[in-house]
């Protein structure tokens, strides 16, 4: 491995001391390209060309002094010659080499505010999660992503797998920017019976709907995949939607894709098709095809704004009684009929879980039939080469409350697997008994310092006032029994005489994430963590039950 490493290190050695102006080419021999970033230089344009390749046109912070380095994998450019063109300083562009390792990768998951058990990507921001799909055993977790700095820019999709929706590994990335724009967020679907004509029957396609994003519009463009999702490949006759004339706005994207068939004993002759919902202007609309190229428009919903998803749920679990909800990126949403073309309105607008949650997307094609949402929380991880992560995923369902059905969202199953037990009691402990059994167990000390914390216990408040959880003085849950407010948020428990709160509570390095009476209600929150191991209830003459304190394991490669 070193002697490949000095091998390419000796290629582009020898290439630089003929490079004119800002210019670098070599032949590729390597698995990595690393660059030299630092916050504090200006962006210029960075252009990598060779023949039989697409040409890449990004920007990026190239610095002769580094904060911390980010990489593009070169498996696309292996055995061509690649040409980099950088209109910024020469010296930082001497900066850039090729090897079969990144640099830095020993440090990666082991930094101090990596988090354990949400996905971060190694370098670079992320943001929105893209074409969430099941297939051939693994989950598929796309998102916009900018692999050359931390900060937004440069939207290329990101893209990592996972056997169980918790232990995430990092592939490269399947969609860069092109002459129609930059890639924004899209979905993907299994065209099992290859109707858009991009397979085989024996080799059906993975398509992807996404947008292209540039300064005078947004078009919605289509991709696919044959070999499981991991190469992605445009379709020449992109864009295969342009709205821009009919809604006369730039903000036309986030198309949402899924495979319609009537249900419930409708009358119709239509027996499925291909629905794509693309949020336009000021909410949601409709486009059908049968082909997955041609699309027309059906209705538009108004009231939404962004990364729009449309599914169906039982009530209760009672598959005879099913209704279909509407959202958006926000996490609101209606709840209605949907008969393949219009979305009607029942009730809404509803909102589950607000925070730091955004842009959640639901998985098509789940093994088991569960609709599984994960969402991106902004969150700046203090010092790290990296911003940005996904939150929990959670499985949404719809339950029948006193306000009428509501969605609900809890963490999945397979989150019990990364618990490790430190306390489990159902006795009624005081303020004081609670915080001195939280300060002895505490997963932030010893033998178990840097792991997770996972708390479950209910809350119950003898005075109409304030009461809650704090780690280090830092509020986690204020709840106001008189203003009936929940962290600022109004919230009203279902027995409204009721004085008690459940709560599930998980801590991350960077971030907390707390779901209310069995996910009627969540919210998640930046959180970085001081120094110390403070956990405690806090509030006059309160009671705490039904208790269970762990440890949550880590993800981590």
């Known amino acids: 491995m070193r002697k490949s490493i000095i091998c390419c290190l000796f290629s582009v050695v020898c290439c630089l001391l003929s490079v004119q102006a800002a210019e670098l080419s070599f032949k590729v021999k390597c698995k990595y390209l690393n660059l030299p970033i630092s916050q504090q230089e ?9 023949k039989g390749v697409d040409d890449l046109s990004v920007v990026a912070r190239l610095s002769a002094s580094p904060e911390y ?27 850039v080499y090729q090897a079969d390792t990144i640099r830095d990768a020993q440090e990666m998951y082991h930094e101090v505010n990596r988090p354990q058990f949400h996905f971060t990507s190694r370098r670079g921001w992320l ?13 598929h977790l796309y998102y916009q992503h900018n692999p050359f700095e931390r900060e937004w820019e440069n939207m290329t999709w990101g893209h990592a797998t996972s056997p169980d929706l918790l232990h995430w590994t990092e592939q490269a990335p399947v969609l860069f920017p092109d002459t129609l724009g930059t890639m924004y967020s899209g979905s993907a679907v299994f065209d099992k019976d290859n109707t858009s004509g991009f397979g085989t029957k024996n080799n059906p396609p993975l398509v992807y709907a996404y947008t292209a994003d540039r300064s005078d519009r947004e078009v919605q463009c289509i991709a696919y995949s044959l070999d499981g999702g991991m190469t992605l490949h445009k379709y020449e006759g ?16 986030d198309p949402r894709l899924f ?46 704004w962004e990364c729009p998803d449309l599914f169906p749920l039982p009530v209760d679990g009672n598959p005879s009684d099913i209704r279909w909800v509407m959202l958006g990126a926000s996490n609101t949403y209606m709840i209605g009929r949907f008969d393949g073309k219009t979305f009607t309105p029942e009730s809404g607008k509803h909102r589950f879980s607000t925070g730091a949650i955004y842009a959640a997307q639901t998985f ?18 203090q010092g790290m080469p990296f911003r940005g992560q996904m939150l929990l995923p959670t499985e949404l369902t719809l339950r029948t409350t006193k306000d009428g059905i509501r969605l609900v969202s809890k963490p999945i199953k397979e989150v019990a697997s990364l618990l490790k ?49 704090r780690l280090n003085g830092h509020n986690i849950i204020d709840y106001d029994l008189n203003r009936n407010t929940l962290n600022g948020q109004f919230y009203s428990p279902q027995d409204p005489t009721s004085l008690s709160l459940t ?29 110390g191991d403070n956990l405690e209830f806090w509030g006059p003459d309160i009671n705490v039950s039904n208790i269970r304190l762990d440890a949550v394991t880590s993800t981590m490669p």
């Open 127 to 139: 943001n929105d999660p893209n074409g969430c799909i099941w297939h051939d055993g693994l989950y």
């Open 259 to 304: 495979w319609w068939t009537t249900d419930n004993g409708q009358q119709t002759t239509d027996k499925g098709h291909w629905v794509l919902v693309l949020n336009e202007r000021n909410g949601h609309s409709i486009y059908t095809s049968t082909n997955l190229r041609d699309w027309t428009y059906k209705s538009h919903v108004n009231g939404f």
């Open 238 to 253: 992109n864009p295969v939607i342009d709205s821009h004339d009919k809604w006369q706005t730039h903000d036309t994207r």
């Open 503 to 531: 709560m599930d509570v998980y801590v991350d390095r960077t971030s907390v994430e707390v779901f209310i009476d069995d996910g009627l209600y969540s919210f998640s929150a930046p959180l970085q963590l001081p120094q």
């Open 42 to 50: 200006p962006r210029h344009h960075l252009l990598f060309q060779a």
């Open 364 to 381: 098509n094609h789940t093994p088991d039939g569960r609709r599984i949402q994960i969402g991106w929380a902004n969150i700046d991880h």
């Open 421 to 469: 037990t430190l306390y489990a009691s159902d006795k009624t402990l005081s303020e004081h008994e609670v915080n001195e059994i939280l300060n002895k167990k505490s997963p932030f000390k010893g033998d178990l310092e840097g792991l997770g914390l996972h708390l479950r216990a209910t809350l119950t408040l003898s005075y109409a006032t304030s009461a809650g959880l």
């Open 69 to 95: 380095w980010v990489f593009k994998d070169l498996t696309a450019y292996k055995g061509k010659t690649l040409t980099i063109t950088y209109d910024g300083p020469e010296e930082a562009l001497a900066q």
